[in-house]
Structure formats: C-alpha cells, structure tokens
C-alpha cells in the first residue's frame, strides 16, 4: 500500500517561514491600507485527471461563493509539486503561498481545509497559519492583519451526520443489490476515530453503508469481516477522500493483487468501482464551503 508524508516537520516550518517572508516583510501592512481579502484552498493534491477535476471544481465552488475575492491553491505533497513541476505547471505548499498573498499586499486570508480529519496533515497546516497570525500581531507592521482556518470536513456532530445523509442520497440505491464502502486514508493519529464514528453514524442509515481505511481502522480485514457477516455478494467502492488519486487508483481500484478490488474479488465478491473524490460531490462540496464562509468570518 501507498504511504506519502506530506508537509515538512513542524519544527522546520517557523525557520523556514521566517526565510519565505524574508523580503515580504519588509512591506508595510499598515491598518489604514484598505482591506484586501483573498481565499487559499489547501490540497494535499493530485496529478491525475479525476483527481484535478474535484479539486477544479471545488476550486469553482469558492470562486461562486466568494465573488471578486482573490483565491489560489496550494498542495502539500511534495512529490506531487515535483512531478506537475516537470510538466511546466507550478503549484506553491501552503507556507509559500500565504507568504506571496502577504507579499501581494493582501490583507486577510480565509484558508480552506481540504482534510476529512483533523489529523497530522491538518495539525500541520494548522502550525504554519499560527506562525503567520502570530506574525500579525506585531501592530499590523508584519503578517495579515486576519487569518483563519476552516474546520476539517469531520468536526462536528453535525458534520458526521450530514456527510452520513449526503453520501446515503448519492450512493443509497445502490444498496438495493449490495454494500457500499467508503475508503479513507487512514492513520496513526488519534483522529482516526473519525472513521469509526463515521461508521456509527452511518449504521443508523444502513448496515451496508461502511468504512474502510487503507492505514488505519476500520482495516481491509475489518471490512472483510463485516461484508461477510451481511452475507452481500456485490460491493461498490467509492474513495473517501477529496480526490480520487493514486489511493483511490492503485490502492482500491489497481489491478495489482493487493488492492481492494482484486482481493474482494477474489474472494467472490462482485466488485464495483467509483473513481470520483468527495470535491466532485455538490452536497460534499456544501459542507467544506459552510467551513470556510465560518473562517471567513474570523479572518475577514
């Protein structure tokens, strides 16, 4: 299975930040030049059609919310800035983006979590806002006089809940000759709870609406063990995830021995396959924006 780590260590993001902003905070961000917002959709990103498709139209959904509003995008891997860079198309990390918005003169940044949990990625994404909020507070001289950072799609209560509705409205009829399962990244974090409770709460809708997790719990294994027990012969995966990328390829759906879809198949079960990410879902995409129009709120 897939593992890529993503942003670098907490530790090297202040020292970092500090060279990144090194000529842009030479310009004065006084309180009495006049407000100019802008919005920052974080990705952790993708170089796969379907994958850039739901980050495009996520990418559209904040440009209709926030019209006249300045947005631009950054992803956190790496590896997948590397490989569009080969192909001539240039994508900033988080750190570097905020420090160009700071550079251009804007103001205040309302920043959009693309993360499901709020787990080590999300924690670092977190850290490099704090360093600039922290930056502002110096009397305006230095930073963004507002900055904020949505929520993750898993939260609240009231997002387990609506997200269980959304995906039951567009995947339910499908549990009329079958299971459907969710794949999720999975992780050491605590914050992998989220898929358990995800879980619970999508057992009030169906028993055949589960969780899986490539790297964490509820595992393959799990899942096995409960597709079983519901005695079901047809499953449809659908990724958990903003982006259908290379989890959502290689990991679920790859011809390769150890996917999901070979290994369930293998076993008997007819197996379906929906490469689409939650960022090509409206009802999806309405819940990250409600997050972001909230830290909105506090950054503008």
């Given at each position: 299975m897939t593992k890529i780590r993503t942003l670098a260590?907490?530790?090297?993001?202040?020292?970092?930040?500090?060279?990144?902003?090194?000529?842009?905070?030479?310009?004065?961000?006084?309180?009495?030049?006049?407000a100019k917002p802008a919005v920052l959709l974080v990705s952790f990103g993708s170089s796969m059609p379907e994958g850039q498709a739901a980050i495009a139209a996520t990418l559209d959904s904040v440009k209709q919310a926030f019209p006249g509003t300045e947005v631009r995008v950054a992803y956190t891997s790496r590896i997948i800035m590397r490989k569009l860079a080969k192909q001539g198309?240039?994508?900033?990390?988080?750190?570097?983006?905020?420090?160009?918005l700071h550079a251009d003169g804007f103001t205040h940044v309302a920043i959009l979590s693309t993360h499901v949990i709020p787990g080590e990625e999300y924690e670092d994404l977190g850290a490099i806002v704090r360093c600039f909020d922290q930056l502002g507070r110096d009397e305006g001289k230095t930073g963004f006089r507002g900055i904020a950072l949505s929520r993750p799609l898993l939260w609240s209560d009231e997002d387990f809940d609506r997200l269980a509705a959304a995906l039951n409205r567009t995947y339910g009829k499908?549990?009329?000759?079958?299971?459907?399962?969710?794949?999720?990244?999975?992780?050491p974090h605590p914050a992998n709870g989220a898929y358990s409770r995800l879980q619970t709460v999508l057992n009030?809708?169906?028993?055949?609406?589960?969780?899986?997790?490539?790297?964490?719990?509820?595992?393959?294994?799990?899942?096995?063990?409960?597709?079983?027990?519901l005695g079901v012969r047809r499953v449809t995966l659908v990724p958990a995830m903003l982006v259908a990328g290379d989890h959502a390829h290689n990991d679920m759906a790859g011809p390769e021995e150890d996917s999901w879809k070979s290994q369930l198949t293998k076993m008997g079960f007819r197996v379906d396959t929906v490469l689409q990410g939650f960022g090509q879902n409206p009802e999806v995409r309405a819940l990250m924006l409600e997050h972001l129009k909230e830290a909105a709120k506090k950054a503008f």
């Open positions: 260590p907490v530790w090297a993001l202040a020292l970092t930040l500090l060279f990144a902003l090194g000529g842009a905070c030479m310009a004065s961000s006084s309180k009495e030049t006049p198309q240039i994508i900033d990390d988080p750190l570097v983006a905020l420090a160009k499908r549990l009329q000759d079958g299971a459907v399962v969710f794949m999720g990244h999975g992780t009030r809708i169906s028993p055949k609406l589960l969780v899986g997790t490539v790297e964490g719990t509820p595992s393959f294994d799990d899942l096995v063990a409960r597709l079983q027990a």
